[in-house]
């Protein structure tokens, strides 16, 4: 089992910045890439940015492209999102996910394992 646990999340006006954190435990070792996805209220869950573990290779939305930046820690088992210039339309739960495919997807179905997730507010 891997654990995750995110924080960072918050109320900030658009153009700001926020920067969330995932902390992973447990069964890390089963782990090969790491994603984050956001859901909206009444939308669905979506695919927002990923990262492969060991070899630092990045996959982004188009939608957050250039304004989004993943990165990990692997010493400290922490994934981070650096969110830049957010919009209102950024306004969501965050949520990080564990998989143990190597290949970076934004496929839910690929993902293991799941967070709690971090509200996200954005005003105009």
């Known amino acids: 089992q891997v654990q995750l646990v995110e924080s960072g999340g918050g109320l900030v006006q658009a153009g700001g910045s926020l920067r969330l954190s995932c902390a992973a435990s447990?069964?890390?070792?089963?782990?090969?890439?790491m994603g984050w996805f956001r859901q909206a209220p009444g939308r669905e869950r979506e695919f927002v940015a990923a990262?492969?573990?060991?070899?630092?290779?990045?996959y982004y939305a188009d939608t957050v492209r250039g304004r989004f930046t993943v990165s990990r820690d692997n010493a400290k088992n922490t994934v981070f999102l650096q969110m830049n210039n957010l919009r209102p339309e950024d306004t969501a739960i965050y949520y990080c996910?564990?998989?143990?495919?190597?290949?970076?997807?934004?496929?839910?179905?690929?993902?293991?394992?799941w967070g709690q997730g971090t509200q996200v507010s954005v005003s105009s």
């Open positions: 996910a564990a998989s143990s495919r190597f290949r970076l997807t934004g496929l839910r179905s690929q993902y293991d394992y």
């Open positions: 447990g069964r890390i070792s089963s782990v090969y890439s």
């Open positions: 990262i492969n573990w060991s070899v630092s290779s990045t």
